[in-house]
């Protein structure tokens, strides 16, 4: 991927002001001895879709490659996604998905297809089901596996289940150990198609849930622990809602609360790009304040659409068993000029990442039905973590964001109280501030703030119900504009710094820069 021509662009970023107007007060109340719902891992799950260079190039360099790497996968990048945890990785799509046959990316002899959906691009399949697993395998994560419901067959689906999934006593089991890994591989989460109402077969709810019980019975995990009743059970997650529409979200939970012993599902996908009009037309970089306000305007509706979709879950659902998985979001921009139509290559701001920390407290809001979500994409590909160009990698402010919300990882929410302020720009209106509480596994209390207003700072004071916090200390996250990037020139220009919070007349207050996401440890 070539991204030389951005960082010429950087230069041109239009220039919004870092120095902070009159800082406004925001009290923000965490009430320690109430805490929430537990905020699951895998809402900071990742994809990665066979799209543009995603995979090759991105991920997978070859073994004979000069650039550093593991049985060709690349090792910096491996480096890289370690320090953030990534919890699981779906794969191979997306739209590429439904018309992925698992059979053409294993063994000596692979079979060239064209990319139909990505600008028509050989795919060499050179990148499959075995050099995955060691994917995952090097980055400590789990698989979330997408099988092919709109062009292949149950039979197919079935058989890759096997391949992946079953010991050697059978003869999918011997062909897996053949091809190097005599061990049956784990697959805690199975997406039952991608996008059934548009790319993956344009189906009405009705026809897709009819196919997917089918699915749901016959694509067996054949690892005793991860079958249904065993210790760990894989997750099976149905094709939900595009944004605002019901009819998917209506048909598969009618379906689930009427089944019978035969099938079942534990999961439903939805899918929510932030995306102001299609097709995507602003830019990734150089971009003003109106662009900025539209855009984080446009993401703060994914509040509302989960409430949508999760007052219908409960009618059906109400002890909320099946969990809500938003395994496609992110920002979608405009390609970058210079760069292969269809491969959605996009920069990364500053903007970008505070809209990732948004949806992080929304989800988290959520987390009694949001106990899973996937950003997309991984590498190279629309809102992603890394970029690379041959053997130069370079980390996005939303892959800032991930490391420093680690701490979020597995928590239990903690309620916070706080009257949010606005922010306002050409008719536009969005809070001025958001916060987020929560413990770790160890019990540390965390405050999570995110501050909007690009122009002004807020001074938040820290108000702990139940316990006596005196020290706020962490990292923030901001830069010059909220266009600001970081290049292969300059890799630091968007990155964390820490911050610390002081007590003044008894009270710990935090200065919070404007545009800046920052996350804290609270401390007696």
């Not at 990148?127 to 697993?133: A, H, L, N, V």
């Not at 534990?266 to 790009?273: A, P």
């Not at 590909?381 to 160009?389: E, G, R, S, W, Y």
Request: glycine share 10%.
């Amino acid at each position: 991927m070539n991204f030389a021509k951005l960082a010429s662009a950087a230069a041109l970023l239009l220039a919004v002001p870092l120095a902070p107007l009159t800082a406004q007060d925001v009290t923000v109340t965490v009430d320690a001895d109430a805490p929430g719902p537990q905020i699951n891992r895998h809402i900071f799950g990742q994809f990665a879709e066979h799209l543009g260079t995603g995979i090759y190039g991105g991920v997978w360099v070859g073994a004979d490659s000069e650039i550093p790497n593991v049985r060709g996968i690349r090792s910096d990048v491996v480096a890289a996604l370690r320090a953030i945890r990534v919890p699981n990785v779906r794969y191979p799509g997306g739209c590429f998905a439904d018309e992925y046959h698992w059979r053409d990316g294993i063994g000596e002899t692979r079979r060239s297809t064209v990319n139909a959906n990505w600008g028509g691009a050989i795919e060499p399949n050179t990148f499959g089901t075995d050099e995955f697993f060691d994917f995952v395998e090097q980055i400590d994560s789990e698989a979330f596996i997408s099988v092919n419901v709109g062009s292949g067959t149950i039979a197919e689906a079935a058989d890759w289940m096997g391949y992946m999934t079953a010991d050697t006593r059978s003869t999918a089991g011997q062909e897996r150990a053949a091809n190097g890994h005599e061990e049956a591989y784990e697959v805690p989460f199975l997406g039952l198609g991608n996008e059934s109402w548009g790319c993956g077969g344009n189906m009405r709810p009705e026809h897709y849930v009819d196919l997917m019980k089918r699915h749901a019975r016959f694509d067996r995990n054949y690892n005793p622990e991860q079958a249904e009743g065993g210790e760990r059970p894989m997750i099976r997650v149905a094709v939900g809602p595009s944004d605002d529409d019901p009819r998917y979200t209506e048909a598969v939970m009618k379906a689930w609360s009427d089944r019978d012993w035969s099938w079942s599902i534990e999961g439903l996908s939805l899918h929510s790009y932030t995306v102001p009009q299609w097709p995507p037309s602003l830019p990734s970089v150089g971009f003003d304040e109106g662009d900025y306000a539209l855009i984080l305007q446009t993401t703060l509706k994914m509040d509302e659409r989960i409430k949508l979709h999760s007052e219908i879950m409960d009618r059906h659902d109400p002890e909320k068993k099946v969990a809500l998985i938003v395994d496609e979001w992110g920002v979608w921009l405009a390609e970058d000029p210079g760069t292969p139509k269809g491969f959605l290559q996009q920069q990364n701001s500053l903007r970008d990442g505070i809209l990732a920390a948004l949806n992080f407290n929304i989800f988290a809001r959520h987390a009694d039905r949001v106990r899973g979500a996937n950003i997309a994409q991984m590498v190279n590909v629309l809102q992603a973590m890394i970029l690379t160009d041959g053997p130069k990698m370079v980390l996005t402010p939303t892959y800032h964001v991930h490391r420093l919300y680690l701490p979020m990882q597995d928590a239990t929410l903690v309620p916070v109280r706080f009257e949010a302020g606005s922010y306002t720009h050409e008719g536009i209106t969005l809070p001025g501030v958001d916060a987020a509480a929560f413990r770790d596994k160890a019990g540390g209390l965390w405050l999570a703030l995110v501050n909007l207003d690009p122009n002004q700072s807020r001074e938040i004071a820290i108000d702990v119900t139940g316990l006596a916090v005196t020290a706020a200390k962490g990292e923030v996250l901001t830069g010059d504009n909220v266009n600001s990037l970081n290049t292969f020139d300059a890799p630091d220009n968007v990155a964390p710094a820490p911050i610390a919070g002081t007590v003044t007349d008894g009270t710990l207050r935090v200065e919070l820069p404007g545009k800046s996401v920052a996350v804290l440890a609270l401390t007696p």
